[in-house]
C-alpha cells in the first residue's frame, strides 16, 4: 500500500516492519516524531527515557536480551549517548540494535551544527543514510539485518528536510522476528580490560568485512548519466543533485559509513570530473582525496548551513544566482516567541526586573533571550545551566552568586540538571537554581517526562516530586512559587539569592497550551482608563499590541492569563465581553 | 504535468501544516509523486512558517526555491510580503489579508510595511487577495481559515486536482467530528473566485 509519511513516520514503519520491541528515546527536533508514531504500535514498547545516554543502554540492554531494539535522538543527544556507544560497538549484539540520529544542517531548531557521520567512524559502527521517506522505511527495516549479520549496532543518520519531508512509501508487512535466546557471555557482553582487548579484535574483523560488505551492497548505487560530471553524494543532497544537475553521474551512497573503496575508485576512474556534495563537514570528500583521487568538494561547497539545488547549480553548472528584488525593503523579522499565557513570562519578567545573571538552558525558555526580555546570559547544552551557575559562583565568589540565577525546565533538569545540583551541594556552591516546571516537554511538541506522570504511551505512571528530589541530594531550601504571583514571586527569588546556601525554586505552572488549562477569556483595555504608559508592552505577550500609538489587546490572541493586569499600575485591564462568533 | 510547486506561507499556530497535509494527501491519490517540506520545533512558535509541497510525474528536491513557485498560498500579509520571491512571475498568489504583529513591531522597533497587497500587484499579476477570517467567521468556526484558503486553492487546482480528491483527502485528514464545519468552509473559499479572476 503506498502512503504519503514524515520521515520520521517511515523510520517508526521501518522498525515496526522488522519486528522491533523495544524503542527508548528522548525527545529533540529533528527526531522527535519517530517515537511518537513507534508508540503507536502496540507491539513495540515504548518509551521517552530521561536522557539519550539512558535510551542509548535501554537499547542496548534489550537487544543483548534478545530483542530488536531502536534508540532515537538528535544529534547532539548522540554526545550524551556517546559513552554507550562506544563500548556497544565492542559487545556488538544479541538482536539487532539500530541507533537513529537526526543532524540539523541550518540549525532550524539546534544550539549547533555537528556532523553525526564522524560518530560512526569513531565508534566503529556502519551508518545508513536515507534520501526519502521510503529508503527510511526499508533502511531501518534493513538495519536490524545488518546489526545482526555484522554483531554491531547500526546507526540511521537523518537531516531535518528527510526527517521532516513527506513522500510516498510502499509499506510492507511486518516479520515475525521471535525473541532470540538469552545467554550469557562474559567475554562478549563483560567489558573491562581483558574482555575488551579481545572484542576490539572483533570489532577490526568486522570493521574489514564491512568494507568489503560496502563495495557491493543494496544501500550504494550507481545512475549513469554521460561521463562529463560524476557525484559522490547522499541522503537529501542526492535529491538535490538529481534536481540541480540532469546529465550526472551519481554514486549514491546509502551506506556512507564505511566507505567502499572499490566502488569510489571504479565510479572516479570513468567521469572527467568528479564531486563530492555533502552537506556540513567533508567526510566523504577527505576519504576520497586520502585515496589519492582528484575530487572537488569544500573548495566550492560551503561547511555551514544547508544545500539546495540552485546552490549546486551555481557552484557547479556556473549559473548565476537569482538575484531578485524584494517587494519592498525593510521586512520585518518574526522571530519565534513565547505564546500568550507562557508561564516563562511571569518568570522572565522579575528576572529582568532584578537585572540578574541568568544561566540558561534548553527550552521553550531560551526564547527569554531574545527581546523584550533579553534576560539569559548564557545556553550551551541540556543540564548546563545548573553547573554553570556554580562554575560562575566559584570563580568570582558568593556575591557573584547572589546576583546569578540558573534557569531550567522540567524536562531539561530530569535530563541533566539534577548531577549538575549534586554538584552544588557536594561542593557548597550556593547558587539557586529555578525549576521551571510547566508539565510538558514543551519546546519539542508536549511530549510526557519522567515530572508529568504520564508515559509516552498515554499511561498513568509515578511522577517526580521535585521538591523531595531536592532535598534528597541535599538541598535545604527548597520552595514552589507560582510564575504568574509575580509579587511573592519576586520576593521569594530574592530571599533565596540573599541566603549562604544553595537553593531550589520550583516555578510551576502549567504551559498554556496543555489540555485541560483554561483560563477565564480574554482581556480588554479600558481606554479611558489607560495612561499609555506601555508598562504591559515589556512583559512581551504578542497578544498585546501597539495599535498606532494605542495600546490594545488582540482577543483572538489573548487567553486571559492575567499576567498584562498585575503589571498594569492603573487597572486599566478587565475581562472582555462575551464574544458571539 | 509540470510538476507544481506550492508554498504555504503563515505565522505559527496559523495551521499551515494541516493544510499542506491535506493537499499532499490529495496529490497522493490523484497517483502523482509528492513530497511536503515541514518545519517544526523552535521556529513554530509564533515564529514564520513555510511548508513546501511538490507534485507531478517525479518529485527530488522537498524544497522549492526563490522564483520556483507556481503558487504561494499565505495565510498572513507580512508573511506573503516576505516569501514574494519565490513565486515564478507568472505565479498565483492566494493572500488572507489579516495581520498578525510580529514582536519588533508589537515592541514598537519596526514598523509594519504600508500597503503590502498593492506592492505584491505591482510585481505579479495573479493575485487573489481576501480577508479569510472574516470569512472562516462567518462560517462559524474562526479557526477555519486554512481550510477557506484551501477551498480557494482547490478552485485554481480544478484541472490538476478535482475537488472531491481533496475533500476525500480532508475526511483522511481530519478527526471525523470535526469535519463538517470544514467541509463548509471550503466550500465557502472554493466559491469565492473563479480562476479566472486570478488576472486581475
Known amino acids: 500500500m503506498r502512503k504519503l509519511m514524515l520521515g520520521n513516520e517511515a523510520v517508526a514503519r521501518g522498525a515496526y516492519e522488522a519486528g522491533c520491541r523495544v524503542s527508548s528515546a528522548y525527545p529533540g527536533t529533528p527526531s522527535t516524531e519517530i517515537s511518537e508514531y513507534i508508540a503507536r504500535y502496540d507491539e513495540i514498547f515504548a518509551e521517552w527515557a530521561p536522557n539519550e545516554k539512558v535510551a542509548m543502554e535501554v ?5 543483548i536480551a534478545g530483542a530488536r531494539a531502536i534508540c532515537c535522538m ?32 541550518g540549525m532550524h531548531s539546534s544550539q549547533n551544527e555537528q556532523d553525526s557521520r564522524y560518530y560512526a567512524r569513531s565508534s566503529k559502527v556502519p551508518m545508513l543514510e536515507p534520501a526519502d521517506s521510503e529508503e527510511c522505511r526499508s533502511f531501518v527495516r534493513k538495519a536490524f539485518e545488518l546489526s545482526e549479520k555484522f554483531d554491531c549496532p547500526v546507526i540511521v543518520r537523518l537531516t531535518t528536510r528527510i526527517a521532516h519531508s513527506q513522500s510516498i512509501v510502499e509499506i510492507q508487512e511486518p516479520e515475525k522476528a521471535e525473541l532470540k535466546e538469552y545467554k550469557k557471555d562474559f567475554k562478549k557482553y563483560v567489558m573491562m580490560p581483558s574482555t575488551a582487548r579481545a572484542r576490539h579484535v572483533e570489532v577490526e574483523k568486522r570493521m574489514s568485512a564491512l568494507k568489503e560488505y560496502a563495495e557491493d551492497c543494496e544501500f550504494n548505487k550507481i545512475e549513469w548519466n554521460g561521463k562529463k560530471i560524476g557525484v559522490i553524494t547522499s541522503g537529501v543532497d542526492y535529491q538535490y543533485t538529481k534536481e540541480a544537475i540532469k546529465d550526472a553521474s551519481i554514486l549514491k551512497l546509502g551506506m556512507v559509513y564505511p566507505l567502499p573503496e572499490k566502488l569510489i575508485r571504479d565510479f572516479a576512474a570513468q567521469v572527467e570530473q568528479l564531486y563530492v556534495i555533502e552537506q556540513l563537514e567533508p567526510f566523504i570528500e577527505q576519504y576520497v582525496k586520502s585515496l589519492g583521487i582528484k575530487v572537488v568538494g569544500k573548495e566550492i561547497f560551503p561547511v555551514m548551513g544547508e544545500y539546495s539545488s540552485s546552490l549546486i547549480r551555481q557552484k557547479i553548472l556556473g549559473e548565476k544566482s537569482i538575484k531578485m528584488e524584494p517587494p519592498a525593503a525593510d521586512i520585518p523579522v518574526r522571530p519565534p516567541v513565547m505564546c500568550p499565557g507562557c508561564p516563562h513570562r511571569g518568570v522572565y519578567h522579575v528576572l529582568k526586573k532584578l537585572k540578574l545573571v541568568v544561566s540558561g538552558d534548553i527550552g521553550c525558555y531560551t526564547l527569554g533571550a531574545l527581546p523584550p526580555t533579553e534576560s539569559m546570559d548564557t545556553c550551551v547544552c541540556m543540564g548546563a545551566s545548573v553547573s554553570m551557575a556554580h562554575g560562575m559562583n566559584k570563580a568570582r565568589g558568593d556575591d557573584f552568586a547572589k546576583k546569578t540565577v540558573a534557569v531550567i ?20 556552591g550556593i547558587s539557586t537554581v529555578l525549576i521551571l516546571d510547566n508539565r510538558t516537554t514543551g519546546m519539542t511538541g508536549h511530549q510526557h517526562n519522567p515530572a508529568t506522570g504520564f508515559t509516552l ?18 538541598v535545604e531550601r527548597v520552595v514552589e512559587a507560582d510564575p504568574f504571583d509575580i509579587k511573592t514571586f519576586e520576593k521569594v527569588l530574592k530571599e533565596e539569592l540573599s541566603c549562604d546556601e544553595s537553593s531550589v525554586i520550583v516555578a510551576k505552572r502549567p504551559c498554556a497550551l496543555l489540555k485541560g488549562v483554561k483560563y477565564e477569556g480574554p482581556r480588554r483595555i479600558d481606554s479611558d482608563k489607560c495612561k499609555n504608559c506601555k508598562a504591559c508592552m515589556l512583559i512581551g505577550c504578542p497578544a498585546i499590541i501597539d495599535s498606532d500609538g494605542r495600546i490594545e489587546i488582540n482577543e483572538a490572541l489573548c487567553v486571559g492569563c492575567m499576567l498584562c493586569t498585575k503589571v498594569c499600575n492603573f487597572g486599566a485591564i478587565s475581562k472582555a465581553g462575551v464574544i458571539n462568533e | 504535468m509540470n ?24 496529490a497522493l491519490n490523484m497517483g502523482y509523486d509528492v513530497k511536503v517540506s515541514e518545519v517544526h520545533g523552535m521556529a513554530q512558535r509564533g515564529g514564520s512558517v513555510v ?26 500579509q507580512l508573511e506573503a510580503l516576505r516569501w514574494a520571491d519565490y513565486l515564478k512571475p507568472e505565479g498565483t498568489f492566494i493572500i488572507n489579508t489579516q495581520k498578525i504583529n510580529p514582536m519588533p513591531v508589537i515592541m514598537g522597533k519596526a514598523k509594519y510595511p504600508e500597503s503590502i497587497i498593492d506592492k505584491i500587484r505591482s510585481r505579479f499579476e495573479r493575485v487573489l487577495a481576501f480577508d479569510a477570517l472574516s470569512v472562516a467567521k462567518q462560517t462559524g468556526n474562526i479557526k477555519a481559515v486554512n481550510v477557506v484558503l484551501l477551498g480557494v486553492l482547490a478552485k485554481l487546482l480544478e484541472s490538476d486536482m478535482p475537488k472531491q480528491i481533496l475533500i476525500d483527502s480532508m475526511k483522511q485528514v481530519i478527526p471525523e467530528k470535526l469535519q463538517e464545519p470544514n467541509f463548509i468552509a471550503f466550500e465557502k473559499g472554493y466559491s469565492m473566485f473563479e480562476p479566472s479572476q486570478a488576472k486581475i
Open chain 1, 59 to 63: 537499547a542496548v540492554g534489550a537487544s
Open chain 1, 74 to 105: 538528535k544529534h547532539v543527544g548522540l554526545n550524551v549517548a556517546a559513552d554507550p556507544l562506544f563500548t556497544a560497538s565492542y559487545t556488538g549484539v544479541n538482536a539487532g540494535l539500530v541507533v537513529m540520529v537526526a543532524d540539523d544542517p
Open chain 1, 409 to 428: 525546565g522540567d524536562s531539561t533538569f530530569v535530563h541533566s540538571g539534577i548531577t549538575g545540583l549534586i554538584d552544588i551541594v557536594y561542593n557548597k
Open chain 1, 457 to 474: 504511551k498515554g499511561e498513568p505512571t509515578k511522577e517526580i516530586d521535585f521538591i523531595k528530589l531536592c532535598e534528597a541530594i541535599g
Open chain 2, 3 to 26: 510538476n507544481l510547486n506550492i508554498m504555504i506561507v503563515g505565522v505559527g499556530g496559523q495551521g499551515t501544516l494541516l493544510a499542506s497535509r491535506i493537499l499532499g494527501n490529495g
Open chain 2, 51 to 76: 511548508t513546501y509541497v511538490r507534485l507531478g510525474e517525479k518529485v527530488f528536491s522537498p524544497i522549492i526555491e526563490k522564483g520556483e513557485a507556481d503558487i504561494i498560498l499565505a495565510f498572513e
